[in-house]
Nanobody, 122 residues
């Protein structure tokens, strides 16, 4: 069982930056693909970024490409999402997830964190 905990969310002005962290406990993240998603109330969970187990491959949703960067530090059992040039429409809850398939679909991921709120003011 992998337990994931996101942190780093908060309130930021439009154009600002935040770095989200996803720390794992229970098992190492070394063999897992990691993804970041977000979900607004009443909407489906939206894929943002994924990184392969080795960290050698990444993929991004068009909505965040060029603004967000996913990275991982397997030694620290932690995955990051650096978010720059934030917009008010980025306001929502952000989740990290672990899975065995390099995919953009939520159902491909087996473990999820509780989420962290990001609020971007205009």
């Amino acid at each position: 069982q992998v337990h994931l905990a996101e942190s780093g969310g908060g309130l930021v002005q439009a154009g600002g930056s935040l770095r989200l962290s996803c720390a794992a406990s229970g098992r190492t993240l070394r063999g897992y693909v990691m993804g970041w998603f977000r979900q607004a109330p009443g909407k489906e969970r939206e894929f943002l970024a994924a990184i392969s187990a080795s960290g050698g491959s990444t993929t991004y949703a068009d909505s965040v490409k060029g603004r967000f960067t996913i990275s991982r530090d397997n030694a620290k059992n932690t995955v990051y999402l650096q978010m720059n040039s934030l917009k008010p429409e980025d306001t929502t809850v952000y989740y990290c997830a672990a899975g065995s398939t390099f995919a953009i679909f939520p159902k491909a991921y087996d473990y999820w964190g509780q989420g962290t709120q990001v609020t971007v003011s205009s």
